[in-house]
């Protein structure tokens, strides 16, 4: 063979390599926007009316101190998140329910809570201690989620 259908060669080979990467960037980029299977249909009527709708309850705004040495302040705002009819009991329990998160900021320090916000382990350990609070609802009856809108640490 000569050199110049060697290098013909290796030319044709580099394109497709290069076409065979550039169709499977484009398979992947394309399952990555539609998702694993087959696009869902839409939900229909049934489904949504048999949905449990969740409700929204708002504890308020608490400002505690941290456990560092220097004077630091947490200040949040949370509101719950919860499905079937925990109104009433929430609002018979709210001072409960506002002192365990209170406990639950003045167990932190800054740093801690800071990480905690940003990797919503706070989140989820407040729904946890909350549940615990609540201790007899059921599983159609509980808390399901916690947000927290508001966050500042001075």
Do not use: C, W
Not at 2 to 12: A, D, F, M, Q, R
Not at 40 to 66: C, H, W, Y
Not at 134 to 150: A, H, M, N
């Amino acid at each position: 063979m000569s050199g110049k259908i060697k290098i013909i060669i290796i030319v044709l080979i580099v394109l497709l390599v290069g076409l065979g990467i550039g169709l499977f960037a484009y398979m992947a980029s394309k399952k990555a926007t539609t998702g694993p299977g087959a696009a869902l249909p839409p939900p229909t009527q049934d489904q949504i009316s048999n949905t449990p709708k969740m409700g929204r309850f708002d504890l308020g705004e608490f400002v505690a101190n941290t456990r560092d040495e220097e004077l630091h302040y947490i200040k949040i705002q949370v509101e719950i998140g919860y499905i079937g009819s925990l109104e009433q009991e929430l609002e018979e329990r709210k001072a409960e329910l506002r002192d365990r998160v209170n406990n639950h900021l003045m167990k932190l320090n800054a740093q801690r809570a800071k990480e905690d916000y940003v990797d919503r382990f706070m989140h989820k350990d407040l729904e946890r201690e909350l549940n615990n609070v609540l201790g007899k609802s059921t599983s159609e009856s509980r808390i399901i989620q916690v947000v927290i809108p508001t966050f500042l640490i001075n």
